[in-house]
């Protein structure tokens, strides 16, 4: 695949981040694990993608986000945001806010519907990604910044909504190899010419405990290749401890297990974005490309459970938004012969048909000491697919 050339800053920030993953895998004796490489390619400090200064999001980044196509969205998930607050507590947290479209779009819907918080928190690891949404927030929202403040780590106790809106798939995952009988972990290596390269090692004994519960198959012949997110496990069990009432809203591109490691996705799910076009191979200029993973909602919902807390709805993104009202507030854009009408409905077409992505991405509701059924999983709820 023939990807845009990135310009002598953009290579030269690449070329330091290569050279510091090198000085690692030689270190830890010519071998990581890939967790490992996805960690420091994504969040580096400084070189990696996540902590760079790259521009990442919209038409002049290497991927669009759901936020960035229209205002309905985060409208749409406001009303959720308002059901859980108004249970719990005025506050909402948002984790990785991207641009800042989506706190934006939050704060206004949720302060036209009488459910302005008092304090909106943003878990952002990027300083420049914090500087844009910052901007964003100056312009889009001026009267509600106030509230706003950025944090560095999760709080210890927190009630009220977390918002992660495509977190899970940036989370650094295992590679597992099932091969003659045997599991391996695939890690990076460097050949004899300087060039990362694959390499697999049996499996630890953690790595084997924790592939034996996923059912993927052993192939007779050749192998069969797929994720471990127990990042995104470790992340979804640690909010047992902080989360004291409310929910977290997690929306992401995945399938339950059973969907998730069938025998014809034998290569994985393993992705990454450069200026939208997605590609395999995550050792093309570490730190300017993306590298993704889809998300096992069954492992999530089991990893919340398991640290106590409730699985409050799990469904396709598409009829949680219906749920959620996103045709009433499409409606409330006029005509629908004009220009404005045709683009917002284009959106939406986008957002929830099953051929883009309203099939693909799901969301995950867990949390604690919430009533009854929560609204965007009122209809259309596949908890029993987990």
């Known amino acids: ?41 994504l969040y580096t400090p400084g070189l990696g993608y996540y902590s760079g200064g790259a521009q990442k999001f919209g038409p002049g980044g290497d991927f669009i986000t759901a936020p960035e196509l229209t205002p309905l969205f985060g409208q749409a998930l406001a009303a959720q945001v308002a059901e859980i607050t108004a249970q719990s507590a005025s506050e909402v947290l948002e984790v990785g806010a991207g641009t800042g479209l989506l706190a934006a779009d939050l704060l206004l819907e949720l302060d036209r519907l009488g459910h302005r918080p008092e304090r909106y928190s943003i878990l952002e690891v990027s300083g420049e990604l914090r500087e844009r949404q910052a901007a964003t927030l100056a312009s889009r929202a001026p009267a509600l910044v106030d509230c706003v403040r950025w944090i ?19 989370m650094p995952v295992h590679l597992l190899v ?11 290596a460097v050949d004899a010419d300087g060039h990362f390269a694959w390499a697999d090692r049996p499996a ?109 709805g799990y469904t396709a993104q598409a009829a949680f938004l219906f749920n959620c009202g996103i045709l009433e507030r499409l409606a409330e854009r006029g005509e629908q012969t004009t220009p404005d009408y045709i683009r917002a409905a284009r959106a ?39």
């Not at 780590?153 to 009220?160: A, H, I, Y």
């Not at 969301?363 to 009854?372: E, Q, S, T």
């Open 1 to 41: 695949m023939t990807l845009p050339q990135p310009g002598p800053d953009a290579l030269a920030q690449s070329d330091a981040l290569a050279a510091r993953l090198r000085a690692r895998i030689d270190a830890a004796d010519g071998w990581i694990g890939f967790a490992d490489y996805m960690h420091d390619a």
């Open 348 to 386: 939406v077409q986008r957002l929830t048909t099953p051929q883009e992505m309203g099939e693909l991405f799901k969301v995950l509701a867990a949390g604690k000491g919430l009533g009854a059924p929560l609204l965007g999983f009122a209809r259309s709820d596949r908890l029993h697919t987990l």
């Open 152 to 170: 560095d780590t999760l709080p210890e106790r927190f009630r009220g909504a977390v918002v992660a809106n495509e977190v899970l798939d940036v």
């Open 204 to 312: 630890g004994a953690r790595l084997l405990a924790a592939a034996e519960r996923l059912g993927a198959p052993m192939p007779a012949e050749g192998e069969y290749v797929s994720e471990l997110n127990l990042a995104g496990e470790a992340w979804m069990a640690d909010w047992g401890t902080r989360l004291e009432q409310g929910a977290l809203l997690m929306i992401d591109y995945g399938y339950p297990r059973a969907e998730y490691y069938l025998p014809s996705r034998s290569n994985g799910t393993l992705l990454c974005y450069y200026r939208h076009q997605a590609h395999a191979d995550p050792f093309r200029w570490p730190g300017l490309n993306d590298i993704t993973a889809f998300v096992d909602f069954t492992a999530m919902a089991e990893a919340a459970h398991g640290a106590g807390l409730d699985i409050y």
């Open 178 to 188: 099932w091969r003659d009988g045997a599991v391996f972990e695939r890690g990076v």
